[in-house]
């Protein structure tokens, strides 16, 4: 038995929250656990795209805005995604924030403009963090 198991049965005072919080952990060290790490999994898209946790580079190919909406940061705490627009066209690929208060550097979208232009984000789990 795990200590955190421990010690819910040692403390039968513990909050809902903290159970629930604690379950929320659990399934996300499962998720890790069976992923693997060393393996890029990259996707291409030319419609507008919801990010879930299967792959961690998308490749945005298309001549019209696409909007790219994150996932809920709570669920793919310190994942690592990278996307790249690899067409040339003027139009945008627009990265968007799951809500309104898990920004991106303070902000709820960033831009792709340029051909092979590069945004690669992470997250703690509450907001989301351009790296470059």
């Known amino acids: 038995m795990t200590a955190e198991l421990q ?6 005072a513990l909050l809902e929250d903290d159970l629930r919080m604690m379950a929320l952990r659990i ?4 998720k890790h656990a069976n992923r693997y790490f060393s393996e890029e999994k990259v996707k291409t898209i030319s419609s507008n795209y919801t990010v879930d946790d299967t792959f961690t ?11 790219i909406t994150l996932p809920n940061a709570i669920y793919v705490t ?19 924030a799951y809500s309104a208060g898990q920004t991106i550097n303070g902000s709820t979208s ?7 232009g590069v945004r690669k984000l992470t997250t703690d789990g ?7």
């Open 78 to 96: 310190d994942r690592v995604y990278t996307f790249i627009k690899t067409d040339s066209s003027t139009r945008a690929a627009k990265i968007i």
């Open 126 to 132: 509450i907001k989301w963090y351009r790296i470059i």
């Open 27 to 30: 399934n996300d060290l499962v």
């Open 57 to 67: 580079t998308l490749l945005i190919s298309s001549t019209a805005q696409r909007n």
């Open 110 to 116: 960033v831009s792709i403009t340029t051909q092979y």
């Open 7 to 12: 010690g819910v049965k040692q403390n039968p």
